[in-house]
């Protein structure tokens, strides 16, 4: 996508009931539509899509724009025309795609669900996310001790564009009590049968690990979850502390299948320097799959004039847990580990950490999990976007023939391998589009400064150079064109 077109549509506010769509005298739907651009779906985006009511329109999307008051309203009829252009280009198979999966052996209609948080904790929340097409929940962790919570108790560290892509939070767990919990896990069983429901617990001893996880089963919770990961707990002897350890995941592991025959996930924590064990600890104590990753510890940042840390709690805070976008790398590293391990590999995975589109939902099906979970996305978009992960999946499956998730499943397993099996006899050199490129230099500030000085920048042309006795092909300057105008041609060393 022209980056031009990129920062526009990031510009977007992605309003509730949009006024954009309200004016549209042809129920073009522009919201919708350049939410999926913004969420990198352009098959979602072009859905139905025919720009011959724009072209005679004369856009009163964009005047009803919240952002037209300030004179800077989004040109919607341009990204129309783009959606357009867009659709041109696809060649998606017209046969259906299969979106389902499974977690432990019980079906899911797709592979996403809440993950076990605030946007998982009562029925209206969790009755709202089924009606638009999320396939199962883990409910908020349930426990049998009371939660005192801060206020505030979130803080985020924000990209140029005013999204979050790093969220901290030092919440603890469901502030209802058991009853209330099972009650919502029965009404949602009668009115949604086919939906799953992952129970999230927590006890403090082997007895309550056992009951929590019989009482939840009983209740008709498909799966039950055990929270051996949660940063945020007063008690340290609890959440993380536990997952920490092998002995005390495999100890609590079996307490808990004491208590049910359905499946048992262990939800673990990034807080450790090496997963597998611990999920191999997991297995011995009865565990079918692996949920990962809850949170990182984490300090967002420090307010350099009052002098407290963030979310601050009357000029304090503490370690609590990140996550959303910037997790990603961490939860597909302990992810691929997990499915690489031989030992591990038949358990089922529920990846999560820092989901927000359907590139990323495919990114953690190849390696390796087969159902996904989300929290922060939803926390900062709403449930809507299920919509976008839904057509865009369905769309990268219809535009490579692939039939059904299963196909994808596990596809770059493989692909990562020890760093002493690395091919080392190739160097890819950066080519100039100078056709695309816009002058800026950046390239060639970048290699002076963080490479090997091998881009000369001509002021006068405003054009980059390459020295190729110089470019190691490290590619930090296609990393930092702003404009995608760097591709790359291979040479054997
Ligand atoms: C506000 C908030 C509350 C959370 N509460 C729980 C919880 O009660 N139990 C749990 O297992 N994980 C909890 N998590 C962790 C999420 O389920 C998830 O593992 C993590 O946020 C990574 O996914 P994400 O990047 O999609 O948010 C919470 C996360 C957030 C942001």
């Known amino acids: 996508m022209d980056w031009l077109v990129k920062n526009e549509i990031n510009r977007c506010l992605l309003c509730a009931e949009a006024p954009c769509s309200k004016a549209c005298p042809y129920q073009v739907e522009p919201d919708r539509r350049i939410r999926s651009l913004?969420?990198?779906?352009?098959?979602?985006?072009?859905?139905?899509?025919?720009?011959?009511?724009?072209?005679?329109?004369?856009?009163?999307?964009?005047?009803?724009?919240?952002?037209?008051?300030?004179?800077?309203?989004?040109?919607?009829?341009?990204?129309?025309?783009?959606?357009?252009?867009?659709?041109?280009?696809?060649?998606?198979?017209?046969?259906?795609?299969?979106?389902?999966?499974?977690?432990?052996?019980?079906?899911?209609?797709?592979?996403?669900?809440?993950?076990?948080?605030?946007?998982?904790?009562?029925?209206?929340?969790?009755?709202?996310?089924?009606?638009?097409?999320?396939?199962?929940?883990?409910?908020?962790?349930?426990?049998?001790?009371?939660?005192?919570?801060?206020?505030?108790?979130?803080?985020?560290?924000?990209?140029?564009?005013?999204?979050?892509?790093?969220?901290?939070?030092?919440?603890?767990?469901?502030?209802?009590?058991?009853?209330?919990?099972?009650?919502?896990?029965?009404?949602?069983?009668?009115?949604y049968p086919t939906k799953v429901i992952v129970a999230s617990i927590m006890g403090r001893n082997e007895k309550e690990w056992e009951y929590l996880a019989r009482v939840c089963d009983e209740a008709g919770a498909d799966v039950i979850e055990c929270n051996f990961s949660c940063p945020n707990m007063e008690d340290n002897t609890l959440g993380v502390t536990i997952g920490q350890s092998r002995r005390l995941v495999e100890r609590f592991m079996k307490a808990t299948r004491k208590g049910t025959k359905k499946p048992i996930l262990a939800k673990l924590t990034p807080n450790v320097t090496e997963m597998v064990p611990i999920a191999q600890a997991a297995k011995r104590g009865g565990a079918n799959g692996i949920a990962a990753i809850n949170t990182i510890k984490s300090i967002t940042g420090v307010n350099?004039?009052?002098?407290?840390?963030?979310?601050?709690?009357?000029?304090?805070?503490?370690?609590?847990?990140?996550?959303?976008?910037?997790?990603?790398?961490?939860?597909?590293?302990?992810?691929?580990?997990?499915?690489?391990?031989?030992?591990?590999?038949?358990?089922?995975?529920?990846?999560?950490?820092?989901?927000?589109?359907w590139r990323d939902a495919v990114e953690f099906l190849l390696l390796g999990a087969s159902s996904l979970q989300l929290t922060t996305a939803i926390m900062q978009y709403g449930y809507r976007i299920i919509e976008d992960l839904l057509s865009g999946l369905a769309g990268y499956m219809k535009e490579r023939n692939i039939h059904k998730v299963s196909e994808i499943i596990r596809g770059s397993v493989d692909n990562v391998v020890d760093l002493n099996q690395l091919e080392r006899d190739t160097i890819l050199y950066p080519k100039f589009n100078l056709d695309a490129c816009i002058g800026c230099g950046r390239c060639s500030i970048s290699c002076f400064d963080g490479g090997h000085h091998a881009i000369q920048f001509d002021a006068e042309t405003r054009r980059p150079k390459l020295n190729g006795s110089k470019c190691v092909g490290c590619h930090l300057c296609r990393l930092v064109c702003p404009v995608q105008a760097i591709g790359t041609v291979r040479k054997r060393i």
């Open 38 to 191: 913004y969420f990198e779906n352009p098959y979602g985006a072009s859905e139905g899509f025919s720009f011959d009511a724009c072209e005679k329109c004369d856009a009163p999307c964009e005047k009803a724009c919240c952002l037209a008051s300030q004179s800077k309203a989004i040109a919607i009829r341009d990204l129309m025309r783009k959606v357009s252009e867009t659709k041109e280009t696809l060649e998606l198979s017209s046969e259906e795609v299969d979106l389902s999966t499974s977690i432990c052996g019980v079906k899911l209609e797709n592979p996403f669900m809440l993950s076990s948080s605030v946007v998982a904790s009562d029925y209206e929340m969790i009755s709202k996310a089924f009606e638009l097409g999320w396939a199962g929940v883990a409910y908020k962790t349930i426990c049998l001790f009371e939660q005192h919570e801060t206020s505030p108790r979130f803080s985020a560290l924000k990209s140029r564009t005013g999204s979050f892509y790093g969220f901290k939070n030092i919440e603890q767990l469901s502030d209802h009590a058991l009853e209330e919990n099972v009650a919502v896990f029965k009404q949602l069983k009668d009115k």
């Open 304 to 357: 350099i004039d009052s002098l407290a840390p963030e979310p601050a709690v009357r000029g304090q805070s503490s370690l609590g847990g990140y996550s959303g976008a910037a997790v990603k790398p961490i939860a597909l590293r302990f992810i691929s580990e997990i499915a690489r391990d031989e030992e591990c590999k038949t358990m089922h995975i529920s990846g999560m950490g820092g989901i927000e589109t």
